[in-house]
């Protein structure tokens, strides 16, 4: 027992290794920057510890991108409201695109970098499906008139590194965010909350 417990313990401290070590070269060079020898290599482990953990450097990213929204999940599954379950569709789904807002805009290189390694299997990577889930929820029971499915897709297509970064200024870090409220407001039609848009977040 104590050697399996050692054994999920050095496992642990391998993966943080691994994002982290992949999460510096997404820094130093973008997505191109990333191989498994590199990664590999800057956490000190094995290429064949990376391989099994991760299979390629698509799973990297999958799993880097997985780790920075594990709060928000959470959040979303059992955490207060307006996150959380028992408020209205239209609060949860404001309080939803505030907090991806602020995920995709703190890492646009890496959502970049997701795209391209991903973009044969995007529809099934495993954040994408947790983000259209709950968008098609909400805008199904805000509008149950509207196609719920297609208008989350339409949401998630936004959310692009490059334009990110193209629409996001230094003076006004979250443009991106407010803009992708405002759309989402406007598909619903009816009461667009401006006001509540255009408070800082947490206020």
Not at 156 to 175: H, M, N, Q, S
């Amino acid at each position: 027992m104590a050697q399996q417990r050692a054994e999920r313990a050095d496992a642990a401290r391998n993966r943080r290794a691994v994002l982290q070590a992949t999460e510096r070269l997404l820094a130093e060079g973008g997505g191109e920057h990333v191989s498994l020898d590199r990664v590999a290599a800057l956490a000190g482990v094995g290429k064949g510890t990376v391989f099994r953990r991760f299979g390629n450097r698509a799973g990297l990213l999958q799993a880097l991108l997985e780790e920075r929204s594990r709060e928000l999940r959470d959040a979303i599954r059992n955490g207060p409201p307006p996150l959380g379950p028992g408020a209205p569709a239209r609060k949860r789904l404001l309080a939803f695109l505030d907090e991806l807002g602020a995920i995709a805009e703190g890492n646009a290189v890496l959502l970049t970098a997701h795209e391209q390694a991903c973009a044969e299997d995007k529809y099934d990577d495993p954040s994408y499906r947790f983000w259209h889930r709950h968008l098609s929820t909400l805008f199904a029971e805000a509008r149950p008139d509207l196609d719920a499915d297609f208008l989350a897709h339409g949401v998630l297509a936004v959310f692009d590194g490059d334009l990110i970064r193209l629409v996001t200024p230094p003076d006004d870090p979250r443009r991106f965010t407010r803009s992708i409220q405002r759309m989402a407001m406007a598909l619903l039609g009816g009461d667009d909350r401006r006001g509540e848009i255009d408070r800082p977040a947490g206020s």
